[in-house]
């Protein structure tokens, strides 16, 4: 029975992953051509969060310490409005849910993580890209040769107020699922094309196939002097930073984890690019501890390499919160 619910599993958690990328309007608005439904959302308390971390006496203690030791991870706020959880009606998805969900974990034959570049860009470095994925999730990070969009079949379109070219998600999809390499377990594209998933939605930061293991991702509203963008002075780091999370959140739903309604974590989902700047690098307990699931790597392995990434590509205040959690284990 599970296997046959398996693709419809995976096809409703895609829907999910592709809702989440529908940023806002150019004017940075969160409104967006659908009617936007309110939610009335109420924060879980602790008992709540406990149980979604779910039982840790049988943990290794070290493990068992970070997920109970809640205190350097911040409970999720009342949203405002026009954010996710005011939008978007989510219930959550606890460790045990997760467990149930049979989701793709890497295995000894697809273990490595390719991002492939559609176009040819210096910021973000691609290399630094890379070298984030490969130290947050203990997966090997290989960026593949150019496969320029131009010369892909895939369908295009002028966005009417930005006058920019968009290039159709799906047909990228489509692309992809033939160039995934047999040891990979998963192909992510990035590219500075904007992108979008239907003639009737404004735009997508991206969109992924969760069964297939294959993804878009666009960079270009990141860009310094893209409307939006915020100030030019500031932009490129802020661009570097966002477009990390990017990467980070949506590969994570690769591994199955749905967003977290738990704790402010970088699986929160967003409805902007400001709410996006809220959103932290790192995982709450729930979502660690399904992290460690998917890769079963100890914090005092994992986090040290992560501080030491994020020090070396700049993110320096993302690395002093995983330098103090090694203190502290």
């Not at 070298?131 to 079949?153: D, H, N, R, V």
């Not at 270009?220 to 915020?230: D, E, L, T």
Request: net charge positive; glycine share 4%; hydrophobic share 40%.
């Amino acid at each position: 029975m599970l296997k046959r619910l398996r693709p419809l599993i995976y096809s409703a958690l895609s829907f999910i992953v592709l809702f989440y990328m529908f940023a806002f309007f150019l004017s940075g608005s969160t409104e967006n051509r659908f009617a936007t439904v309110q939610f009335d959302f109420t924060p879980p308390d602790a008992k709540t969060r406990t149980q979604a971390i779910g039982y840790t006496k049988n943990l290794v203690p070290e493990l068992k310490n970070a997920l109970e030791n809640d205190s350097a991870f911040e409970p999720i706020a009342m949203p405002r409005s026009g954010d996710w959880l005011a939008t978007h009606k989510e219930t959550g998805q606890t460790y045990a849910q997760y467990l149930k969900s049979n989701s793709n974990r890497p295995d000894r034959r697809r273990n490595i993580i390719y991002l492939l570049p559609l176009d040819k860009f210096q910021n973000p470095a691609l290399k630094d890209l890379a070298s984030c994925m490969e130290s947050f999730y203990g997966l090997k990070t290989e960026i593949l040769s150019l496969m320029p969009i131009q010369g892909l079949a895939v369908k295009t379109r002028i966005h009417p107020q930005t006058q920019q070219r968009q290039a159709l998600t799906t047909d990228i999809l489509s692309v992809l699922k033939t160039r995934l390499p047999t040891n990979a377990y998963c192909l992510l594209a990035v590219t500075m094309t904007d992108l979008y998933p239907a003639e009737s939605w404004n735009f997508v930061f991206g969109q992924a196939s969760l069964q297939q293991r294959v993804g878009v991702y666009s960079f270009a509203r990141y860009q310094p002097g893209f409307p939006g963008a915020g100030d030019p002075d500031t932009a490129k780091a802020r661009m570097f930073r966002r477009s990390v999370k990017t990467l980070l959140h949506e590969t994570a739903h690769m591994f199955g984890m749905q967003h977290c309604i738990y704790y402010n974590c970088l699986v929160n989902g967003s409805n902007h690019l400001q709410e996006t700047d809220t959103v932290p690098l790192h995982f709450c307990p729930v979502c660690l501890r399904k992290a460690f699931r998917a890769n079963p790597e100890l914090p005092s392995v994992r986090y040290p390499r992560i501080a030491a990434t994020f020090r070396e590509v700049g993110l320096t205040a993302e690395a002093e919160w995983f330098e103090e959690r090694v203190k502290t284990k």
